[in-house]
Nanobody, 125 residues
Framework: QVQLVESGGGSVQAGGSLRLSCAAS????????MGWFRQAPGKEREGVAA????????YYADSVKGRFTISQDNAKNTVYLEMNSLKPEDTAMYYC??????????????????WGQGTQVTVSS
């Protein structure tokens, strides 16, 4: 059974930092791509960052490049999202996701993704 458990959300002021974690079951972790989507109220869910858990390769949305960093700890089956220089427009529910490839982050086709429960990130100005 696919299991993704997020943690690390919260409230910060603009310019601050947060780190999100996503712990996966062994089966999920071997699925080759894990990452994050986010959804703000009234907006569509969008891909933020992704990483190939079995190798090298990452994806970042243009809006977060240079500010967010995705990384992995294979020993813990965990993926992290380090978020720096946060802006009010980063406010959203952040969802961990996993799939066999990172295609969903590039195309927006989320049909095959497995999801975590979500964690709220709020950035105040």
């Amino acid at each position: 059974q696919v299991q993704l458990v997020e943690s690390g959300g919260g409230s910060v002021q603009a310019g601050g930092s947060l780190r999100l974690s996503c712990a996966a079951s062994s089966w999920t972790y071997s699925s080759n791509c894990m990452g994050w989507f986010r959804q703000a109220p009234g907006k569509e869910r969008e891909g933020v960052a992704a990483i190939y858990t079995g190798g090298v390769g990452t994806y970042y949305a243009d809006s977060v490049k240079g500010r967010f960093t995705i990384s992995q700890d294979n020993a813990k089956n965990t993926v992290y999202l380090e978020m720096n220089s946060l802006k009010p427009e980063d406010t959203a529910m952040y969802y961990c996701a996993a799939d066999r490839s990172c295609r969903a982050w590039y195309t927006g086709d989320r049909a095959q993704l497995s999801w975590g429960q979500g964690t709220q990130v709020t950035v105040s100005s």
